[in-house]
């Protein structure tokens, strides 16, 4: 299907004519591209934790630094790690989503506004 103007024949703005567009799902593999893996990793790096605390206790327990636990550690890298991949993620979506984002919602909103 080739882009078109977002209004049809009638004016009303035909929504799915959009979401078919090379644009949107440009969109969405570009979103998805980046949000599968990084979920991936994170939910590994996450389970990965709550299995070592649940069965390598000894591990876990062993002592780094005064009383500074290896899972003591790996607890705060899991708080760490949520707050890297939220500014990663931010970052990503200034650079590559949001511009196409606005883009498309630009073109909506006039669409709207001549209907």
Do not use: C, H
């Not at 969405?28 to 996450?46: C, D, E, G, M, V």
């Not at 630094?65 to 990503?92: E, H």
Request: net charge neutral.
């Amino acid at each position: 299907m080739s882009d078109q103007s977002p209004a049809g024949s009638s004016g009303a703005i035909d929504y799915i004519a959009i979401e078919e567009s090379s644009r949107f799902r440009t969109l969405k593999r570009t979103q998805r591209s980046f949000i599968f893996p990084l979920a991936a990793f994170f939910l590994i790096w996450y389970f990965a934790y709550v299995l070592l605390a649940a069965f390598a206790t000894e591990f876990m327990g062993q002592r780094v630094w005064g009383d500074i636990t290896v899972g003591l550690l790996l607890g705060l890298g899991q708080f760490v790690t949520t707050f890297a991949i939220t500014m990663i993620y931010v970052s990503f979506a200034n650079r590559k989503i949001d511009p196409l984002a606005t883009e498309i919602r630009d073109e909506l909103e006039k669409a709207q506004g001549q209907a």
